[in-house]
């Protein structure tokens, strides 16, 4: 256990990545007022980064709020021995579903809290940042709270509740190809039907949420560079987790490019197995820059859902394997068991014999 005047001597942690969560660092354990506390030092301009990655946390997705902050006020001159509690700022992170509970029985505070009440359920999960006069240049990060749970020690949002997750990886890669919020909405609303109504649906799934995730996308800048060559090296690079495959322009062709997010990835699996799957040559033809391939695959209500896309300029005769391998793999990666019944085509000009012999995706092409 590290004492308090041994603070300032632990190693500072600055991780090659763009961004990094509290998994990428090694924690030190000191005693805290009525709890033991982890810490750890980070350059103080990696702070927003540090807060990124906490963020972006595949298991409990959330953000964090300043919930207190104080700046020193006067003299900032470094005593002669430096002490931990002699800082330049303090300031408090909450994860964005606390600390106030708006669930049935719970504690609501007099003061409204930042963030939608809707959101707000207890979770306790929170951390201090110092910026301590005697390293000004470093932050030290002391995590009060950890885990994302409520005052019982129980779960209060993703895992256990994360409909609100889902729901934005479903929503957020229609909305960058190009469907509408009416769309969107018509099909979540079937679905919610489905499951027995909007009791059984998370708060984050309103038509206002949709909508400002749309303004966010039209907002944003998807020319990175003049150059589209660079421009799309830029986006591939910056959104690895997302994209299957990849070839640039060349000699002997345009360039393809294939996106997948985990949740497509789970659609495909789930109602791809032993089932159809579509290739649907024509989305967006007409209204994107690049027309666009659509893999899709179908609920057991028979609803199209796109599980992957593939974007190039132009699309000829023997294009298809030049992708199919590629995700057919990832797929079977995920699951082994993973096999389709048929594959349909939409286009005459898919290279159907190349699909059958080289990616096994079944004797049955229609």
């Not at 079937?190 to 038509?207: F, Y």
């Not at 660079?230 to 299957?244: A, G, H, P, R």
Request: aromatic letters at 10%; proline letters at 5%.
């Amino acid at each position: 256990m590290t004492r308090w005047d041994e603070i300032l001597s632990l190693p500072v942690q600055n991780p090659s990545t763009l961004e990094f969560a509290a998994c990428d660092l090694v924690w030190s354990k000191i005693k805290g007022h009525d709890s033991l506390d982890r810490l750890a030092l980070i350059p103080f301009l990696r702070i927003d980064d540090f807060i990124r990655g906490e963020s972006n946390n595949k298991d409990f997705p959330t953000s964090f709020y300043v919930k207190t902050t104080r700046k020193r006020k006067g003299s900032t001159k470094v005593s002669h021995k430096p002490k931990v509690d002699s800082t330049l700022n303090y300031i408090m992170y909450w994860c964005s579903f606390g600390p106030a509970d708006y669930r049935k029985g719970g504690v609501v505070p007099k003061k409204k809290s930042a963030g939608r009440p809707s959101t707000k359920r207890g979770c306790t999960c929170h951390f201090i940042v110092k910026r301590v006069i005697a390293k000004p240049s470093v932050a030290l990060i002391i995590y009060k709270q950890d885990k994302h749970v409520d005052k019982k020690g129980l779960p209060c949002h993703d895992p256990q509740d994360k409909h609100s997750e889902e729901f934005r990886q479903r929503v957020i890669p229609l909305l960058h190809v190009g469907i509408s919020v009416e769309t969107i909405m018509q099909r979540h609303k079937e679905s919610v039907e489905i499951q027995g109504g909007p009791s059984n649906i998370d708060d984050h799934t309103t038509k206002r949420y949709v909508r400002t995730q749309e303004r966010n996308i039209r907002q944003s800048s998807y020319e990175l560079d003049d150059d589209d060559d660079v421009s799309l090296d830029l986006w591939v690079e910056s959104n690895k987790n997302i994209v299957f495959f990849h070839e640039e322009f060349s000699d002997t062709g345009p360039f393809v490019l294939g996106i997948q997010t985990e949740w497509q990835l789970q659609q495909m699996i789930q109602f791809g197995n032993r089932r159809l799957v579509a290739l649907d040559s024509r989305f967006g033809t007409n209204k994107l820059k690049y027309p666009i391939q659509s893999l899709v695959v179908f609920n057991y209500d028979n609803k199209a859902i796109p599980v992957a896309w593939i974007i190039s300029p132009s699309f000829s005769k023997g294009d298809t394997h030049r992708w199919m391998r590629d995700l057919f793999n990832k797929v079977c990666i995920k699951d082994p068991t993973w096999k389709l019944a048929g594959f349909i085509v939409d286009d005459p000009l898919t290279d159907v014999l190349t699909i059958r012999f080289a990616h096994g995706f079944g004797s049955c092409l229609l």
